[in-house]
């Protein structure tokens, strides 16, 4: 019996230094990503703000619009996955809320881009067959999106309706 006691410490022990080690490997990874997701965050700012200069100055049009607000909402993207990482390093283990927010803030943006891409197809001259099913492909993607937005609101609501309930 004194052999098993001696093993089960020494198993215990070593399931504890491991358990140590993941934990600080974690945490490095936890940090590495999150001063990689600011380096690409501050890209962003700079690459949307060389954007938006480009656009007062040459007089707003629609592709560079389109192309400033993409480059805005991708950024934001980006904070809100530094968020997520955040939360999930304070609380030691990941939520679904965050990520839904991301995976919202991505249809939305995909959804201004179509739609702002798409209202220039009704410009005199366009309508061509091949302006006619990039419109029809445009149309069904925003229709599927549109699901896809109302599902992650719906999503959000009975995690956040939850949550309230388990505090009460």
Known sequence: MAGHEALDKDVSRLGAWAGRVFLTIEILAYI????LLVVAALMGIGSAAVSMWSVWRAGVDGPSLVLAIDRLLFVLMI???????RVSFRAG??????????GLIASIRRVLVITLESSQASEPGKWTPQGQAVLHSAL???GVLGGLILIMVVSIWLIRQSEGRRTD
Not at 79 to 85: A, G, H, R, S
């Open 32 to 35: 590495t990503l999150g001063l």
């Open 140 to 142: 069904t993607e925003l």
């Open 93 to 102: 283990k990941l939520a679904a809320e965050p990520f839904l927010i991301v």
């Open 79 to 85: 904070v809100e996955v530094l968020n997520t990482v």
